[in-house]
């Protein structure tokens, strides 16, 4: 039986541009960074945990018409998704902030604990979130 | 003289190729001009987002956007379907809607905290939108634990 995710995807509009932010900004490490000829397999992970993978996958021919993929890239300037967590949402705001990070949210404190927002530079969105302990 | 895109292109000769190629340049430069614009419109809209109790500043929002004051609002509405005004108006009400969910706070006090100026422009607003007044929505709503983004792109009130 199914017993793991391990990968989930984002679309992105430039590989190189998105492991500037996901590994520079945001402290991710590149898991597989694979030229396989018709695609650039590039995913990164926690540090120390690539069982948990995210494929960040450029939108283009052939996987879907060079129509279909300019449709699918403007898309993605209007908002994908991803939740983390941290043990420290504060800090890890502050730390974003000072490199640079878009953030949407400031850290709120919720019913299932504390996050905030932001966006990666193609306009997904991701949360940041410490669980209530 | 030549006036237009296809025209040069005719100028320059070999027709058949050059066009092609030139066509598929100047779609690749279209569509990357409209990624850059979606983008920058999310940026306004973030920004608006974040400032839903305060009056929309639309110079400030074109700034963010690098686009000028007169044509904020029509590209506005071309991304996103709604005019800043309206897309604004559904955010406070679905804030409001939040806030009677989740909260004993009394509506006229969500009014104004959501931005209204006037709890008549509150329900009525809300009515129009919601399609219930702010009291009727409270007694038949339930709390939900659910990320703040997506509470407040899914659970917003449609047009």
Redesign the interface.
């Known amino acids: 039986m199914i017993n793991a995710i391990t990968h989930s995807q984002v679309y992105v ?1 430039d590989q190189d541009e998105a492991v500037d932010f996901y590994v520079g900004r945001l402290g991710l490490e590149v898991t597989a960074d694979v030229d396989l000829g018709f695609m650039r397999w590039l995913t990164v992970s926690i540090p120390g945990h690539p069982e948990r993978q995210i494929l960040l996958e450029k939108p283009g021919a052939p996987a879907m018409s ?1 129509e279909t993929a ?1 449709q699918v ?2 898309l ?4 994908g ?1 991803l ?1 983390f967590s941290t043990d420290d949402c504060r800090k890890t705001y502050e730390t974003l902030l000072g490199r640079g990070v ?1 953030f ?2 400031e850290p ?1 404190d ?3 604990g504390t ?1 905030c ?1 932001l ?1 990666d ?3 997904n ?1 991701i ?1 940041i ?1 410490q669980p209530k302990a | 003289m030549p006036t237009g895109r296809a025209e040069l292109v005719e100028y320059r000769g070999d027709v058949t190729v050059d066009r092609a190629h030139r066509n598929h340049q100047l779609a690749g430069v279209v569509g990357r001009a409209a990624e850059q614009t979606n983008r920058r419109m999310l940026r306004a809209r973030d920004a608006m987002d974040r400032a839903y109790a305060q009056p929309l500043d639309v110079p400030a929002l074109a700034r963010i956007a690098h686009v000028s004051e007169a044509h904020f609002s029509r590209i506005f509405r071309a991304t996103f379907g709604e005019t800043p005004h309206r897309y604004l108006q559904r955010r406070r009400v679905e804030r409001a809607m939040f806030l009677l969910r989740e909260t004993d706070l009394s509506a006229t006090d969500i009014c104004f905290k959501v931005g209204f100026e006037s709890p008549g422009t509150f329900s009525r607003t809300f009515r129009d939108i919601v399609g219930r007044s702010p009291r009727a929505y409270r007694k038949e709503a339930v709390a939900r634990d659910v990320p703040m983004c997506f509470t407040m792109a899914w659970m917003r009130p449609s047009a």
Do not use: C, V, W
Request: proline share 7%; aromatic share 8%; glycine share 8%.
């Open positions: 509009l060079e300019q890239r403007e993605l300037t209007k908002g998704s939740i878009e949407t949210e709120t919720r019913p299932y996050d927002a966006r530079p193609f306009g969105s949360r979130t």
